[in-house]
């Protein structure tokens, strides 16, 4: 149990829904406080997936993200709104997030994510959340999990569909398990404005979880959601002996 001095009145009125939830109470609120977590990208799952983790308290969040806002991400990116169309991403969420919550500092960085540059700006963050739409920049952060030793929750989105999982270095499958060869569509993806929206919200209920030490992670499971006819369908997936990346 954290001494009550660990929270400000106001922190414990912020998160006081949530201290009391017995699975999570003043000491599980702290670790909260004291998480620092990676988020790749600032779009569509992005906008949720920090919204929600700043909102629960998280300490802080390093943003990554090369892109300006544009009006054609309107419909779905709802960090952001028409006023900040030409802004860098990240200083747009980083705007929107201290706004919701002073005591989440956002570290922002619009840079693209590569192989060469990713360990640096993962630095010591303790979750990666993959927030990007596009397969290479998710093999570099799969490459990132697997040097760095952390948790790499998935999200994708497709027209009216969407997955997540969670990687666990060591323990689950990686990225190129799931999908090993796998490109970038030549074309754009239609995606509907909603469906980000459950896809980053069940990002961050797997972050916080993975902070608090709780069991039931989507770790060996793929939660394949669609929208179209709203059901949820959970495939079991396993480690590929024949990687050759987790396996080296």
Do not use: W
Not at 151 to 173: A, C, E, H, L, S
């Amino acid at each position: 149990m954290t001494k009550k001095e660990d929270f400000s009145e106001k922190e414990l009125a912020r998160y006081g829904r949530q201290i009391i939830i017995p699975d999570i109470s003043e000491s599980g609120q702290k670790k909260i406080k004291t998480a620092r977590i990676f988020i790749a990208g600032a779009g569509g799952l992005g906008s949720i997936s920090s919204y929600y983790l700043a909102a629960a308290g998280v300490g802080e969040l390093i943003i990554v993200d090369r892109d300006t806002v544009e009006m054609t991400n309107l419909n779905r990116q709802i960090i952001h709104n028409t006023a900040d169309i030409g802004m860098p991403k990240v200083l747009s969420a980083k705007k929107k997030l201290e706004a919701l919550n002073p005591h989440c500092a956002v570290r922002p960085i619009q840079a693209e994510m590569n192989k060469e540059n990713i360990l640096s700006l993962v630095g010591d963050c303790s979750i990666i959340v993959d927030a990007t739409d596009n397969i290479e920049t998710r093999k570099v952060l799969n490459y990132a999990s697997l040097q760095k030793g952390v948790p790499f929750i998935y999200g994708g989105v497709n027209r009216f569909d969407g997955m997540i999982t969670t990687f666990i270095p060591g323990k689950t499958p990686c990225f190129e398990c799931l999908f090993p060869g796998i490109e970038s569509p030549k074309s754009i993806i239609g995606v509907i404005g909603p469906l980000p929206g459950v896809v980053g919200s069940l990002q961050a209920m797997e972050a916080i979880k993975i902070v608090l030490g709780m069991e039931g992670l989507l770790t060996g499971r793929l939660l394949f959601i669609s929208a179209g006819d709203m059901t949820f369908r959970e495939i079991k997936v396993g480690r590929n002996p024949d990687c050759g990346i987790c396996r080296l």
